[in-house]
């Protein structure tokens, strides 16, 4: 699962995703690939593209794909400047180029939020610069998120729902609101963000709502004893009404956490839609 730059600092703001796959010609993200730990981009070609288009430096591919980059350059210095107007912009022409509005979240933003965590553990940019963007990357999910509405429809009949949430003391939302929408842009669930939860209070809600799977983001190796207990905690409720835990989170793409009791680990995003 995706999780925060700052996280995996222990300090910066949030988080981030492992190196990611975008086809450069119909400007889809692909899905991670292995180092699961870099959180860098890839670009290519899809294997429709390649085999519709299998000269790469033909001038249609190339337009393509220095398309793409601009956005990411663009959308960088809008958030530099708090420039939302050309952010809205820029997501706008996105989406006419055929841009998935959640595939600008994970290879998009999430690379950039990568980036400027980056920036910050090297000293070029302030902590107030790495909140500023950070806020100001807040506001593009909410704005993705909107131009997603019209085809949304919540709980929607044979979809199952699921529970996502922050392992405790990890207290970054970015991360899990973006796996959110790209979990419901698929139609792999009906995702629900429980952050801010008493832990003690998990059962209830799982009993009310009976999701099929317990999502966690484990940005930490020191958070795996409190993951541990909520497994445990949910291991304990009835076998009709259990439901699958899942840990996922830089601790587990790092390969700092390789085992968590009475749970699942995942490191690559596109392994939940088998899940």
């Keep these: 699962m995706i999780d925060a730059a700052a996280d995996r600092f222990a300090c910066s703001d949030e988080v981030l995703t492992p190196m990611l796959k975008w086809c450069s010609y119909c400007q ?7 180092p699961y730990e870099d959180c860098s981009v890839t670009y290519g070609l899809c294997r429709r593209c390649e085999s519709d288009h299998p000269d790469i430096f033909a001038s249609e591919v190339v337009r393509h794909s220095e398309f793409l980059r601009s956005v990411y350059h663009s959308l960088y210095e809008a958030g530099r400047r708090n420039d939302l107007p050309s952010a809205q912009q820029l997501v706008k022409e996105s989406i006419a180029a055929n841009f998935r509005p959640v595939d600008i979240l994970l290879g998009i933003l999430t690379p950039l939020l990568y980036k400027i965590g980056e920036q910050w553990r090297s000293g070029t940019v302030t902590v107030a610069d790495e909140h500023e963007f950070t806020a100001f990357s807040g506001r593009v999910i909410e704005m993705i998120e909107a131009s997603m509405q019209p085809g949304r429809t919540r709980r929607r009949a044979g979809v199952p729902r699921y529970f996502l949430m922050n392992a405790p003391g990890n207290t970054h939302t970015l991360a899990v ?8 842009s698929r139609g792999i669930c009906t995702p629900t963000v429980v952050n801010h939860l ?3 209070e998990l059962p209830q809600h799982i009993l009310k709502a009976a999701p099929k799977a317990l999502l966690i983001s484990m940005a930490l190796p020191q958070q795996l004893n409190s993951v541990a207990a909520i497994s445990a905690r949910v291991g304990e409720l009835p076998a009709g009404v259990r439901p699958k835990v899942i840990v996922g989170g830089y601790a587990i793409k790092s390969g700092l956490v390789r085992f968590v009791p009475g749970a699942d680990v995942v490191t690559d995003i596109n392994s939940l839609g088998t899940s």
């Design 28 to 34: 889809q993200f692909q899905g991670e690939t292995s």
């Design 177 to 184: 609101r973006i796996l959110a929408l790209w979990l419901e």
């Design 198 to 200: 008493d832990p003690r």
